[in-house]
Every structure is written in C-alpha cells, then in structure tokens.
C-alpha cells in the first residue's frame, strides 16, 4: 500500500467508525486482530447515535465521495443481499457534488480534441448548465453546422480517484470474504466487481456516445422516443458531443399537465418504450432515473420521451428474452409449475432441483402479491421475488438481469407518477404474447425462413456442384472404411492364431517339463519344438 494508499485507507476507516458502521456487527464476531487495532484508535467515537442504521451508512457513503454514493446507489437495488430498511436509506442517496471551474471544462476539452475550442464551436458557455460526479455539462454550438449542442466531459482527476477507491474496496472485499463468517455469503469481491465495471464504463464517453447512436437508430423516426444525435466525429473517451435538447423533466409533472399532455399515453409509451428496447432490439437504457428522461414540448397530446446519458445499457440473449417472456405470461397465469418447470428446462436452476419444492416456493412468495388488484402489481418485485427465491434454488441471476429488474422498477415508479391508474399488465400482456407468437408460432417459422432465404438463394446455383463433391466424399469414404475393415478382420485372425499357438507352445513346455525324468529324448524333442510353435506365434503379431 503506498503513502497515499493509506493515507484514504485511514480516511475511510475514520468515517466508517465516526457513523459508528463498525458497530453494525457485534464485536464478537470480529477476527481478534480487527479489534485490536479497532481499540488503537479508541477516540473515533461513533458520533450519530441517534440515527437508524441505514442512515448512518447513507451519511458515512455521501461523505465519501462518487464512488462510495454510486456503490450505495448499486447496492440499494441489491434487496436479495440487504435488509430491506438498509436497501430503502441507499435509494436515497444522493449524487450533488459542487462544479468544477469552466476554464478548466474548456482546458480538458482542448486537450480531447487536440485543438483550440474556437475551432470548433461558438459560444462555448463557461457556467455549466450541469455537474454531476463523474462529468459536467456545458453548452455550446457547432461552427459545422450550428447546432446547439451540449459538450459532456469528464471530471479532471476522477479517474485516478475512482481506481484507487476501487482497488482499496477490492482489498476490503477479499478481507471482508476471508475473516467474517457471513462474509462469502454475500460475495463482497463479485459485488465490488459488479460495480467497478459498471462504473469504468461510465468513464468512458466513446462508449455512451456509441450506445446513444445505437439507441437512437433503433428508434429511427418512432412517435415513442427521440434519442438526441450524437457528433461522433468529436467524442473522445472523455468527451461527449451531442444536440441540444429542450424537453421538460419528466418529473416536472407541474409543467406536463399545464401544457396538456396526454399521461395516460404517456404512462403507457414509457412502459411500450421499454419492452421494445428488452424485447425488440435486446438493447436497453438501463440508467432510466429522471434526470435523464424528458418529455418533448412539440404534441403534447401525442407525447414523445427523449432520453439522454445512455452511459449503461443492457443486453440480453434469445434464451433470456425468451425466459422472462415465458415467466411473465405464466406468472400473470398464476401457474406457478410452469415458473418451476421453466426455470429447470432453461438450466437456471441444477436440473436435479425438486420442481414442487421450487413450485411451492415460488407460491408462497408471489401469491400474497396477488392480492392486489392486477393493476397494482409491481412487475419489477415481481421479478426481485422471483428472483431472491430462485437464488436459495442455486440460481446464478446474471446481472443483465438484475439491471433490467432495477430499470423495471424505474419505468413503473415513473409511469405510476405519471397517471397513477396505469394498468402495466394491461399493456404490457399484448406486447408479450405478440412477441411469443413471434418466436414459437408459424410466424417464426416463417421469419426464420425469410432470414435464411437470401443464404439458400445464394447457395443453389452451387447446389450440383455440392452434391456431385459430397457423393464423390461418401464414396471415397466408404472405400477407405472397406479397406479399413478387411484390415481389421486380418489383424483379428492372425492375433487368433498367435494366441492358439502360444498355448500350443506353452502346452508344449509344460509337458517337456513333467516328461523329463522318465523320457528324456521325448521331452527335449517336444521342448525344441514347443521354441518354433513359440516361434510362429510371435511372427503372427509382427
Ligand atoms: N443533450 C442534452 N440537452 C440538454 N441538456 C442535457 C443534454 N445532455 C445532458 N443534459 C443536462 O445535463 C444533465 C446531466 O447529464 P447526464 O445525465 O448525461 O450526466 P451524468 O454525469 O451522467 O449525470 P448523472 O450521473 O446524474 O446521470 C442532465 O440531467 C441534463 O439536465
């Protein structure tokens, strides 16, 4: 560890014990050094006793700094690993850090592009119209064609910051994992690796700038979302170039109703917006928070979303889609053997796991949730629960997974603030069975056939041709396997006949042996020749 190392070591170390953090786990299941040097630094007193747990942990994480909000941020979705009290203090969190000085936003941009900011654009605005932890946004427009754009770039230094932080979070992982008995349970090292790689690619703004492109051509000339274009030209890995954008915050639900907008449609397209992205183009935001979702002034009875920061985007498989499609529909059916029997036949859970031990379990978790009148329903707990109860079934719930539950519980507490009526299963089943059909019904055949078409067609003319080549293969091939037999028959018979000779042979001896003291002559006679029978016997192996 060097100096420096340390030096935040024991700035952690301090906060966590002035939040009183240690104190969460009785001292007796502490390994003996920790509470050693625990008691050397007796004067770091707890100094918010009056506040609950989840409080002091959300508190001590603010202190921190970026990377300790972002990892309670992550965590605060992680139920399956929290106390739910806990889980409710991190969602809190909260990412206000104070901007950093334009000059050097403008001084971190030159050195991106290389060349003087003049070159490209006027009216660069020195005060930035946002500053998170990780980037700050200016504005400013673009000599080419000018467009107002905005130019994100990345804090000076925060890269540094966040490794370091990161490594020292490893180091505390492998110690938490190897000293505490509760400590592997909750996988601290996978979690902390989660995290470092779902924040190192938030420090890269190539990769946002090419997931907002992707984002933006999947939703070419939709009525459901705008996706601001992206100048890819001048995006580095610290900067982001993009267009301008004026809708209004989707929480602002002041200025949403004044101007008239549609919110039960508009409820019902965030719910669209995302299973299209999931199910469709298996490419989603998975950073929906409301600082990033706005709602574009132009017809607002016909409203459309605008999404920026495509920072973290998630991807699933034909084999995932097709699970949580199939787990949806059968959930809402209540057939609860069928979310067993799924996720044994897709190899979630070990395929020696007890479908109706799993069933029941399964039951009681999701039945009391059905209370509720469908409308209701949570799809994103119902996904947590189903998930948290296919854990203790050895289920290893991918983390695509996981990001698509914790978008899903965004997209429902958006579209529920929006119009507080919206029935998600309402719009969410047709999209569902729509795409089912898609997948199983004679519509994927025909799909799969139109796909593979251009391939066959191309393929015919060379048809003969193929044909001629693999029946000349089939017979070469059967030549060699007759040769291969006769060889084979051959190198049978003759150890068969070794074998008859040697027994011969060792017969032959044996008796040469007993008839020795009686007749003499005889037994060197049947020895010599018991040697050529030996003799040919060996020859037939050759
Ligand atoms: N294209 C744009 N047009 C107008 N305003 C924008 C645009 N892009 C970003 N902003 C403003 O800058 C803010 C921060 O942008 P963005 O979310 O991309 O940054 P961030 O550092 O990833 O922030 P966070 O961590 O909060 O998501 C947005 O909430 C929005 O107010």
């Known amino acids: 560890m060097t100096p420096k190392e340390f030096a935040r070591f024991r700035q952690i170390n301090r906060t966590l014990c002035r939040y009183g ?72 969190l909260q990412d206000q850090v104070s901007p950093f000085s334009g000059e050097l936003a403008k001084q971190q941009i030159e050195l991106a592009l290389e060349r003087p900011i003049d070159e490209l654009f006027d009216d660069f605005d020195m005060q930035p119209l946002a500053s998170a932890s990780i980037a700050q946004v200016h504005t400013a427009t673009l000599k080419e064609n000018g467009q107002e754009v905005v130019l994100k770039v990345i804090r000076p230094g925060i890269e540094q910051t ?55 051509r999947n939703f070419t000339d939709a009525k459901e979302l705008y996706v601001p274009e992206v100048y890819s030209d001048h995006c580095r890995k610290t900067l982001l170039v993009m267009e301008r ?48 979702i706005f709602v574009s002034r132009e017809h607002p009875e016909d409203p459309q979303y605008i999404g920026i920061d495509c920072g973290i985007v998630g991807t699933l498989n034909k084999e995932d889609q097709r699970y949580l499609a199939e787990n949806f529909l059968a959930f809402f059916n209540r057939d609860y053997h069928k979310v067993a029997q799924l996720h044994v036949d897709s190899g979630w859970v070990p395929a020696d796991t007890k479908v109706e031990e799993f069933e029941a379990a ?20 119902v ?90 293969l089939a017979k070469q091939q059967q030549l060699k396997f007759q040769q291969f037999t006769a060889q084979y028959l051959q190198q049978q018979k003759q150890r068969q006949r070794s074998l008859i000779l040697a027994l011969a042979a060792a017969s032959s001896l044996i008796s040469a ?11 060197i006679a049947l020895a010599i020749s018991s040697g050529f029978v030996g003799l040919m016997s060996w020859r037939q192996l050759k």
């Open 162 to 216: 966040i490794l370091s932080d990161i490594a020292l979070m490893q180091r505390v992982a492998g110690f938490f994992a190897l000293f505490f008995a509760d400590g592997r349970r909750l996988r601290p090292k996978e979690v902390v690796e989660e995290y470092r790689k779902t924040i190192v690619d938030e420090l890269d703004l190539a990769r946002e700038a090419s997931n907002a492109i992707q984002l933006r």
């Open 21 to 92: 953090i240690d104190q969460l786990l009785p001292k007796r299941f502490w390994p003996w050094p920790l509470r050693l040097l625990r008691s050397m630094v007796f004067w770091w007193r707890n100094q918010h006793k009056n506040d609950s747990a989840g409080a002091r942990i959300r508190m001590a994480m603010e202190e921190l700094g970026p990377v300790f909000i972002k990892f309670g941020q992550m965590m605060s979705t992680r139920r399956d690993l929290l106390p739910p009290d806990i889980a409710d203090e991190l969602a809190l």
């Open 245 to 292: 954008i004026y809708g209004i915050p989707v929480a602002n639900i002041d200025e949403l109703t004044a101007q008239n907008t549609n919110m039960k449609l508009l409820a019902e397209r965030g719910v669209e917006v995302f299973f299209t992205q999931v199910f469709r183009d298996s490419f989603f935001h998975a950073d929906m928070h409301p600082g990033n």
């Open 383 to 472: 996904l947590l629960n189903l998930f948290n109860t296919a854990r203790r079934f050895n289920m290893e719930v991918q983390p695509q997974l996981v990001l698509l539950q914790k978008t899903l519980l965004y997209i429902e507490g958006l579209g529920r603030q929006l119009y507080p009526e919206l029935d998600l299963w309402a719009t969410a089943k047709p999209f569902l069975e729509r795409w089912m059909r898609k997948q199983v019904g004679p519509e994927a055949v025909f799909t799969a056939f139109k796909e593979k078409a251009p391939y066959w067609l191309e393929t015919l003319p060379h048809l003969p041709e193929l044909v001629y080549d693999n029946l000349q």
């Open 362 to 381: 399964i039951r009681t978790v999701c039945e009391p949730i059905f209370a509720k009148p469908l409308s209701e329903i949570s799809f994103g707990h």
């Open 513 to 523: 042996a007993l008839l020795y003291p009686s007749l003499p002559i005889v037994s």
